[in-house]
Nanobody
Framework: QVQLVESGGGLVQAGASLRLSCAAS????????AGWFRQAPGKEREFVAS????????AYVDSVKGRFTISRNNGKNTVYLQMNSLKPEDTAVYYC????????????????????WGQGTQVTVSS
C-alpha cells in the first residue's frame, strides 16, 4: 500500500496558477501510473489527469487541456499538477491516486482503476 499526501492547494483569483504536489511513501511508487481527480461540492469526483509510470504518457479531461500539466519525479516519489489560467469552475478538493498495475504505460481515467488515494487538498478560485 502506498501512502499519499497532497499539498499546494489554496485560495487564488481567476487566472492565477498553482502547483499541486503528491508525495508518496514506499519505494514502489515509481512502478505505477498515477492520477489526479477532483470533487466539487455537490458533484461527483471527476478525473483530471493521469500519467504512466515512466511519465511518457499523459491524459487529461477536456476541460483542463492546455491549462494543466501532470508530471512526476520518480526519484522524489512525487507527482505534480501544474494548474495555469485557473477558473472558478476549477474549485474543488483535488486528490491524487496510484494505480496498482506495475510498469503500466497506461493512463487510467476511471477512479475504480486506482488502488491508493490521498486525503485531498482544497483549491478555491475566486472570480
Amino acid at each position: 500500500q502506498v501512502q499519499l499526501v497532497e499539498s499546494g492547494g489554496g485560495l487564488v483569483q481567476a487566472g492565477a496558477s498553482l502547483r499541486l504536489s503528491c508525495a508518496a511513501s514506499g519505494s514502489t511508487f515509481s512502478r505505477f501510473p498515477a492520477g489526479w481527480f477532483r470533487q466539487a461540492p455537490g458533484k461527483e469526483r471527476e478525473f483530471v489527469a493521469s500519467i504512466s509510470w515512466s511519465g511518457d504518457s499523459t491524459a487529461y479531461v477536456d476541460s483542463v487541456k492546455g491549462r494543466f500539466t501532470i508530471s512526476r519525479n520518480n526519484g522524489k516519489n512525487t507527482v505534480y499538477l501544474q494548474m495555469n489560467s485557473l477558473k472558478p469552475e476549477d474549485t474543488a478538493v483535488y486528490y491524487c491516486a496510484v494505480q496498482g498495475i506495475e510498469w503500466s504505460s497506461g493512463t487510467p481515467t476511471a477512479d475504480n482503476e486506482y488502488n491508493d488515494w490521498g486525503q485531498g487538498t482544497q483549491v478555491t478560485v475566486s472570480s
